[in-house]
């Protein structure tokens, strides 16, 4: 039996918790009560009408159910790992999805409709996640918690060109790395993604210098993991998510977009042997380098979670002078896990008021994509009163320099 069989098997017995948890289907458009109307209009007022918004993080989930290599370990709903079976459930709830029997369409299908009841046109980049490799460049299939195939994300983004856009995912330690990245930079990609920590890529190995200078040539930039991850499993790697380790693509002039903005954990701080530091910390001190700026950047996804608040959110959030280098990004489905978005918290922060998180509890209920976007615009520093440019929710990865 082929392993996303096997996973499918695993689902269907573990889909009963799973599907009483559900959010359901997309519902029908009705109206929003007045108040939360009025934040999502000026959510929205100061856009440019000719531009989409943007979201460079949103996650491409398949099952395998139609052999296009798409894959879900069969830990992830195993009764003997309790934790990653509930884990997986939770997940389950945020993407709408109530039934395994058309999984990988009806992800798609809830996805396009939460993306298209936006009141204006959004571009979503879709994720692919190679599989983890061993350092002689053989699949590890025993790491990967879930494959993506790029032909995946390239083929839901043929069939819906106006909304998706395809962003590939490529181990470096492949024996065809560099003539998959051609491949698919001649198809149009433009974004790579890694998740090295649950990937097994270490992003300051010497090895992969011969990659990076094919990235920079065919002006491929790569959107990677940064900080500790604790959604997949990472087989005690989180030292491949330190900052500091993406010097060695920045020096050899790739553009990188580090997401999360490494706002989770800490790691050794390679600068000072012997101590350690918030990753967070490493961050800004990449982004404060002189020497990288106009090639390094951050995506605001997961910024909002309670798991990584405060000081991230709060510190990006004064900071006016990253606004060109910040872009926005959902990490959907993540927004829909209740678990993890707080927004109680936000007011105690008071980064929103209470008749704020009320307008916006409403949306998340009826759309959590559409809460991520509205939340971000509504945050306000609550010292100086200043919330994030509409510029910055417009700004794409395809204008970032790559070359």
């Known amino acids: 039996m082929p392993p996303y069989a096997i996973s499918r098997l695993f689902l269907a017995l573990a889909f009963g918790l799973a599907s009483s948890l559900s959010a359901g289907k997309v519902p029908q458009a009705r109206a929003y009560s007045p108040a939360t109307q009025a934040l999502l209009d000026r959510a929205f007022a100061d856009l440019d009408p000719a531009r989409p918004m943007i979201d460079v993080h949103v996650h491409a989930i398949g099952l395998g159910q139609k052999g296009d290599g798409t894959f879900v370990n069969p830990e992830k709903l195993s009764s003997r790992h309790p934790f990653k079976r509930f884990e997986t459930n939770l997940y389950l709830k945020a993407t709408g999805v109530k039934g395994l029997a058309h999984f990988d369409r009806d992800y798609l299908e ?47 983004a043929a069939q819906h060109p106006d909304l998706f856009v395809p962003v590939m995912s490529i181990h470096p330690a492949r024996k065809d790395a560099i003539h998959e990245l051609e491949a698919c930079a001649a198809q149009g990609g433009r974004l790579l993604k890694w998740l090295p920590n649950a990937q097994a890529i270490d992003p300051a190995d010497p090895r992969f210098d011969a990659f990076y200078r094919r990235m920079k040539e065919l002006g491929v930039v790569l959107l990677t993991h940064a900080g500790e991850e604790r959604a997949v499993a990472v087989k005690d790697a989180q030292a491949l998510g330190n900052p500091l380790k993406l010097r060695r693509p920045l020096n050899l002039g790739v553009t990188v977009i580090v997401a999360h903005c490494a706002s989770l954990g800490k790691n050794a701080d390679l600068d000072h042997p012997g101590k350690v530091a918030r990753n967070f910390d490493l961050f800004l001190r990449l982004m404060e380098d002189p020497k990288y700026r106009g090639r390094l ?101 395809e204008s970032l320099p790559a070359q």
């Open 110 to 156: 809830v996805l396009t409709a939460r993306a298209r009841a936006f009141p204006r046109p959004v571009r979503l980049h879709l994720l692919a996640m190679d599989q983890a490799y061993r350092p002689d460049g053989t699949p590890d299939p025993a790491r990967t918690e879930f494959h993506v195939p790029n032909a995946y994300v390239f083929a839901a």
């Open 297 to 397: 950047f951050g995506d605001l996804s997961a910024i909002t979670q309670i798991n990584r608040l405060p000081a991230p959110l709060q510190t990006l959030l004064a900071r006016p002078d990253f606004d060109g280098r910040l872009l926005n990004g959902s990490d959907y489905p993540l927004p829909g896990v209740d678990l993890i978005i707080w927004t109680r918290r936000l007011v105690e922060l008071k980064l929103i008021s209470a008749a704020e998180r009320k307008a916006l509890n409403e949306v998340w209920k009826r759309n959590p994509l559409l809460f991520d976007f509205v939340l971000k615009r509504t945050l306000k520093d609550p010292k100086t009163g200043r919330r994030w440019p509409a510029e910055l929710f417009q700004h794409s990865p």
